[in-house]
């Protein structure tokens, strides 16, 4: 059996890295090193993460102990880990972020979506977008790589088939998200208080959501593209359904779009195309998909006009955050993809 | 003080009816004579509708019982009271019917969107449609009123301002409804079963939602129109949150739309634009609005683009349903539009 | 029409406070003067209490402001408001107060249960006890009151006519709250933020709650009494369910404790007993009395056993509280005791 | 490596069936022969249970076409099994039985909770009861396995060290679940639809729940034993929390409890005390344990009564039904009895 690879997670008290941290654990490949959180150095990393009670007696370290390792996991808030990657890099060979601070290739979209320059435009070249199933090839021969956001991983991978094909107006299109309270991250606030939160049907970022720019760098093919955006907070904790209103170009037919998305993701471990005629799971649906890495995709074409509706959903912690980053982890090491990821969802749930 | 309007609810078993009772109850110029359901006869009303206990005495009866009164209301399944339409009107000089069965004013729309011609076509032009809001002159002078479905009652009134002043492009505009469980009415079946119902975001109806040809027929002002609608189910019970997304004619500022918003809707008792700059609830939020008759509208303009997104949230058995047939009783009647409709609501819920 | 009792609340920023506000904003015999916030001094109450949008245009103030008037409602943190009992005293004739300070008539109960002696111990024989079933003379003839704790009052109200009467075994009675969220307020934390909130059915205080004093001091009758009380958190935002666990000191038929709850709550507004044997509310449930005063109460005798279970529901901040102190205000001033509390609740919700 | 072991599931369309396959499928050694279901002969596995989409492409069979196996897994509905045993016992050397038919050993108790005879008595004696930190020995050396009810190996689990250390008094227990909606199986109802079923706190068996049987059975130790048992479903899928009040016969610290709770269960691989000063867990949690074998018991002794509060979480449909046949199915064949168990939960959920 060959060496494990040792891993350390830098930000490990959030919920992505604390998804991480628990699918590294059951990985028979790896040997998770050290998991870092400032304000939780020398807790138990269970007393953060309770599923983890009677797992691991690991501890959180401050980022000032992270001693070597073979691959640095980075679960940082955005805009932490840009100013810090020297000091990543020169602990490790391999960096998989999973913050914002290395998803968009064009400098120019840091100061209109996130408000500010970025600190080190000259080294966004050298991460790969997460994103395997668009780009596998990037990720295998890459040392760093960048997890795209949870929003945009179900859109793009929705929408994908169809915008490489040249298939969808790209003036039109429009994307609603529906998205649990796990997505805001683990900071208690007044809009996440219990009593507030419950039951919520909250507009989020009805226009300008940074996740949109994401969907415009991997839909757009290098041209202009208009994704109008909207996400919903519902009473959910997690998961992602993304509803997407595509105008085709031409008339095609249920068939001919199921054969377009059957030759883009046929041999894809973590697609699913759901499209049932009957029963209660007829279009994809996110608490099915509450610990796993698939993205189900269902699609409905309008008779009536040229308008396709395309359903996506993923859960956002998993194939949005932890599960993308270790299919990502499995790719670059020549593992099975699958590795660690073959948890197949509960239910009922 | 005057008499009472005596009124009769037929069909007082489902969740429209019992709402619409439970207000009846409260309103002091009424008094309710009879309920029908032909399952239930015998049984008291608190039965089915268990918040009536203490609060009436009253038993379901059959339609076989009914006696005259001054207005009956019809909570029939669609397709139920247009073949007894006769019978109703031969009982009381005023009808308010609760169902699809008179709403849509061209018979062409209910062989394409209902899949079958209607009975009565020519009394289509008898019954007003009860937005109030829309047509509160024709309600005051009609005996006949057909009450809004649920979806579209909150779609049209978002989305009236704009179309009615021409400022929204026909073709594109894409609305997006979140719903509760309520919606399906009140009998069990594999897709309402708890375990699977709990916690879904389940896409129902992604293309072809009846409710559209309402929205089509007053939003579209005698010419063509295009509402892309879907509809996405989720774990609540009652509420409807509609996202809309309105591409506009001409570039305007978020000033302007509120005084177009304010001019059409400054006077009117049930609804309120919700748009502020902090808090937990910026926009409508559906929860909020449990047991009243309010429509909550708010909007936000896309600063990088010309769409609009509207959000108009409602309770869909009150103003979608039970409280806007009331609202259109108070109308028909002459009397304070907000008589027993004064609930403003819960917080938290 | 007589003048109208000019009240104000202090501390209208919180839950309890911003229901008060909302019942009192449609009694037609109040009306309000001033509610105080010290955090949110000059913002429109509706930025807290959003349900009351279009219904208020009151600001808060500081408690510095106030002036005087007939009768404050205070909704302060427990503990605020003894220090500060003779200043409210200046300024109204009557007081009201929400919190925990005057409820206990034992000074030593304090110390026990609430961790530090009493500030003003002498004045504790002054308040009346608010549960109105129990103290109507004395509420009646009182200017200050004390309303009860929300889980206290579900389990009294429960449990009242059986030890009244001397029924059940004084050592053995177990008693199991499940509660909703908006019962520990409306401050954020750690344990209130959704994603740890959400779906959890966590056991508060499993021994030592504090309401357990308030039931054995109501329950006792002067004599030594053993409650044995035990809450869990579940996902809802208002309500109770007492579970009460009582054995019989000798064997009854359940129609006799029929009998004993009918002569105890005959004519009673507020208390309805809810036994069925059929349909989907046999028993009482919290979440049909969202909003409303009522205290439902259940039961079922072990035929195997002398175990009666007694099962109470009521909504925390109405009957458990608002709804409390609005029924008792009502008594105070002679009227009638539902007035501004006629809301019969939602089904379905 | 040894050749799998080939089993076959009876009445494989309901949730714990379902659930069952799951585990199956991931067990490196099981082999799935058949998954028998008379109402959806010929149907794919997945369209009853989604998450096994692209898992497995087995169909459902009829009980008629069962070929023999190594070992038959029955889960059949509660006295479906008992009268066909012979043939099942034909089929395959081993049985795990989910249902009820082989749990109790007294066959009285089978006309007291069950309401009929039982039709073999005389097999009872031949079945190990399926929980395996008290059977362990008795299940390694049996064919025949009954697993326990949920409800029951929650309360029994929880108690079970201080009752065979003769700690608790034998009369006074008092214990109550608080139980999710998957317990009551896949069948839709009138109690079941979700708009009822939503938000519901609702009593179900305030007394004479037949899972009491079991608990006396195990607890009882040969000898009268009371436990006064109530349940409570509230708006859950899976899940139980037991919170059971015990009276201690003599003081005891709470130490001394650990010790007791340590010495039981130090070496066993589901069991877990959860007992923290800090935190959002510190008690059992059951949300944190869906898709787990885990049981959570942590408890808090009353400093001011000999009242110990016990609480026990598991996974109804885990521990409580497929997770707890499959660790009998390990003992019984000598695996690892972790084996095909080792999802670690989920958190946040």
Redesign the interface.
């Known amino acids: 059996m060959p060496a494990k690879i040792r891993v350390s997670i830098v930000g490990g008290s959030g ?1 992505a890295g ?2 991480l941290l ?1 699918l590294l ?2 990985h028979p490949q790896v040997e998770v090193m050290q998991v870092t959180s400032e304000r939780f150095v020398g807790k138990f990393v269970h ?1 953060l ?7 691991t007696l690991l501890k959180f370290v401050s980022q000032e102990e992270l001693t070597s390792c073979d691959l640095l996991f980075l679960c940082l808030p955005h805009g932490s880990a840009m100013g810090k990657i020297d000091r990543f890099a020169g602990l490790a060979p391999r960096l998989i972020d999973l913050s914002a601070d290395f998803r968009l290739k064009n400098p120019a979209d840091y100061d209109r979506w996130y408000g500010k320059p970025h600190a080190r435009p000259e080294l966004l070249p050298k991460f790969a977008y997460g994103i395997c199933e668009l780009h596998r090839e990037a990720i295998r021969k890459s040392n760093w790589v960048s997890s795209a956001g949870c929003n945009a991983t179900a859109v793009i991978l929705g929408l994908y088939p169809l915008f490489k094909n040249g298939l969808a107006d790209k003036e ?1 299109t ?1 994307v ?1 998200v ?1 998205a ?3 997505e ?1 991250g ?18 989020y970022r ?3 959501h940074r996740h949109a720019a994401e969907m415009i760098q991997e839909l757009g093919f290098g041209k202009e593209l ?1 994704i ?1 955006f ?1 996400a ?1 907070s ?6 992602i ?1 993304a ?1 997407c ?1 595509v105008f085709l170009k031409r008339a095609m037919a249920e068939k001919e779009i199921w054969k377009v998305y059957r030759e883009a993701y046929g041999e894809e471990p973590f697609i ?1 195309i ?1 499209k ?1 005629r009957e ?10 998909l ?2 796993t890495n ?1 993205c189900d995709i ?1 699609f ?6 040229d ?1 396709l ?1 395309v ?1 996506s ?1 993923i859960d956002n ?1 998993m194939k949005g955050a932890a599960g993308q980053a270790l299919q990502a982890f499995n790719i670059m090491h020549g593992f099975d993809e699958s590795q660690g990821l ?8």
Do not use: Q, W
């Not at 993460?49 to 797992?55: E, G, S, V, W």
């Not at 208690?188 to 049907?201: I, L, T």
């Not at 029963?279 to 099915?288: A, C, I, Q, T, V």
């Not at 409905?300 to 006009?305: A, F, L, N, R, V």
């Open positions: 919920y604390g998804d628990r654990l059951g007393s993460h309770p599923n983890l009670r009677k797992r039109r429009v609603e529906k649990g309270s796990s805001g683990n900071s208690a606030s007044d809009a996440s208080h219990h009593p507030e939160r419950a039951g919520c049907v909250r507009s009805p226009t300008g208009a109008h909207s919903t519902i009473d959910m904790v997690r998961g359904l509803t209103h699913r759901v049932e029963g209660n799971y007829r279009y994809p649906e996110p608490k099915l509450a610990g698939f269902g409905e074409k309008d008779p009536h006009s308008r509706v359903v959903a912690l073959e948890f197949t969802g509960l239910h009922p749930i």
